[in-house]
């Protein structure tokens, strides 16, 4: 079975904090993904990666960052965490780089909240 | 650029009834689609999807999705509800050269006794 696993999964912050978001993979997948699950809207990417240090921006990247140093962790980055940055994080990943219809495997999610 | 909307946050079936949530989509170019299911406090886990070929998609714990390109629908189904469906149902688009999702705003089910 495919896990992916996440660092926390509840995280309290405070507002201009820098915070680390970690997703680990142990399937040797080439993509990583990172989404922000918000009620009504349903799961919006923030960016993703195809490969070792290699990354794209999703539909909503700003006031985050990305890192790749390693095949099987994606870490996710709030260089100064704001109270709308409250969300639910979900970490996911899949095996075919370049792929369009590959399943993509998630983690649990983080909820963070930001005070 | 895509889109998806699913009809109704929220669906209530009686257990052994029919469920069918809705899924539309908006594509310039052709569609994949996907039915992503998330149990409470877990991840979200793939039902089912259609790439090419047959339009009826068999998925897991007894639903299909039907492909309809006249009517930029992928509606999910189930002939009988049991209590363990109770969750949140996403459909999610992509196409040829996006290696991301977008994702419609999800359907909670919710299935009483």
């Known amino acids: 079975d495919v896990k992916v696993t996440q660092s926390s999964r509840y995280l309290v912050k405070r507002t201009g904090e820098k915070v680390f978001l970690e997703c680990v993979q142990d399937?040797?997948?080439?993509?990583m993904f990172w989404y922000r699950q918000d009620p009504g809207l349903g799961l919006r990417l923030i960016y993703f990666?195809?490969?070792?240090?290699?990354?794209e921006k999703g539909d909503i990247p700003e006031g985050y960052s990305v890192s790749r140093e390693k095949k099987e962790r994606f870490s996710l980055i709030l260089e100064s965490a704001s109270t709308n940055q409250t969300s639910m994080y979900l970490c996911?990943?899949?095996?075919?780089?370049?792929?369009?219809?590959?399943?993509?495997?998630f983690g649990p999610g983080t909820r963070l909240t930001v005070l | 650029a895509q889109s998806v909307t699913q009809l109704g946050s929220h669906v209530s079936v009686s257990e052994g009834a029919l469920v069918l949530l809705r899924c539309n989509y908006s594509?310039?170019?052709?569609?994949?689609l996907f039915w992503y299911v998330q149990y409470p406090n877990q991840g979200l886990q793939l039902l089912l999807k259609?790439?090419?070929?047959?339009?009826l998609v068999k998925g897991i714990n007894g639903f299909e999705a039907e492909f309809k390109k006249s009517e930029t629908s992928f509606h999910l189904t189930k002939p009988s509800a049991h209590m363990s469906d109770a969750a949140e149902y996403f459909c999610?688009?992509?196409?040829?050269?996006?290696?991301?999702?977008?994702f419609g705003s999800g359907t909670r089910l919710q299935v009483q006794p």
């Open positions: 990666s195809y490969d070792v240090k290699m990354k």
């Open positions: 996911a990943s899949s095996f075919l780089r370049g792929s369009s219809t590959d399943t993509q495997y």
């Open positions: 999610a688009v992509s196409y040829t050269g996006r290696r991301a999702l977008t």
């Open positions: 259609y790439t090419t070929g047959a339009t």
């Open positions: 594509s310039s170019v052709p569609p994949y």
């Open positions: 399937m040797d997948h080439e993509n």
